[in-house]
């Protein structure tokens, strides 16, 4: 049956880089596809990392979305330690439209990427497609999701969502651009997001510990992409949290300052269960999963939903 579960067992193919072509960013992009060895009908998330990352990150959210049984596609951003692309290069500025351009080619491309990865023909659910991101990448994702950038006036920039979207996961995902530290006014102009209109389901993810140095608030911040906007949403709280969220960008890597097996497994089971509800109307999961939650003595996170 599509949308069920497959077993922690299952075999995961990944590809790496399937070459997407595209005119006018300088280069093609690369992506990586990640799927379980069986099944189909498959329903799929784009990944949208944070800056510097790659396609090679964000391992244990890839591995485990594809063992069961999601069809993970993660693009490389021009941002990336991976190009080396210097701040003077005349794309820079504009990273950010790239960002959000690169996610909206991978939709396009699905039949290009079916066909690269051996095996995988023939097996995507093109009607089940969510977004995730972390970071800046789950800014990128929420534009896709339908929230908008503000220019200097205050005044939304072009809606840039798409229909074939059905959900999205935005991890420590930046608020609202009223309480930038003066860095980020002057070098990230980008960081202005209105949700007013971010109307497309969606689970954001905020750390209660994650201080950062982009705005003059505490950890609350994480939090307006849900207070602010409409619609179906879910916020999970995560109890001692920092911006890695317990280490989501890789099993080992130098910048998770908080690291905890325990609140990355319960990411994976959390987002799991929550795309597949959102993705499968009469799928149960989601609300399985929040019980549980509420209902553990020793929680390491808390659920609301409006």
């Not at 979207?165 to 930038?180: E, F, I, P, Q």
Request: glycine share 10%.
């Amino acid at each position: 049956m599509p949308g069920t579960p497959l077993s922690h067992s299952t075999m995961v193919i990944s590809a790496k880089p399937v070459l997407l072509p595209a005119p006018g960013r300088g280069e093609d992009l690369q992506v990586r596809v990640s799927a379980p060895s069986t099944g189909g009908e498959l329903p799929v998330v784009v990944f949208s990392h944070g800056f510097g990352w790659s396609m090679n990150g964000y391992a244990p959210l890839a591995d485990h979305w594809a063992a069961q049984g999601f069809v993970v596609v993660q693009p490389t951003h021009l941002d990336s330690r991976t190009l080396g692309l210097p701040p003077e290069d005349p794309r820079t500025p504009r990273i950010w439209r790239f960002r959000i351009e690169d996610l909206t080619r991978v939709l396009d491309g699905l039949d290009v990427l079916e066909a690269s990865v051996p095996g995988l023909a023939g097996r995507l659910d093109r009607d089940r497609v969510a977004v995730a991101g972390h970071s800046w990448g789950a800014q990128t994702a929420s534009t896709l999701l339908g929230a908008r950038v503000l220019d200097s006036d205050g005044v939304p920039g072009e809606d840039m969502s798409d229909p074939r979207v059905k959900a999205g996961v935005l991890l420590a995902m930046a608020g609202l651009g009223d309480d930038l530290t003066p860095f980020a006014v002057e070098h990230l102009p980008f960081m202005r997001p209105s949700f007013d209109t971010m109307t497309t389901p969606a689970l954001i993810v905020a750390g209660d510990h994650d201080d950062s140095a982009l705005t003059t608030r505490g950890p609350d911040w994480f939090t307006d992409p849900y207070t602010y906007s409409p619609g179906n949403k879910s916020l999970l709280t995560l109890f001692g949290a920092e911006h890695s969220l317990g280490g989501i960008p890789g099993y080992e890597v130098a910048e998770t300052t908080d690291e905890s097996p325990a609140r990355v497994a319960l990411l994976q089971r959390l987002t799991t269960a929550y795309l597949r509800s959102a993705l499968y109307p009469g799928d149960t999961g989601w609300k399985a999963a929040a019980v549980a939650l509420e209902e553990d003595p020793e929680p390491l996170g808390k659920l609301q939903s409006k």
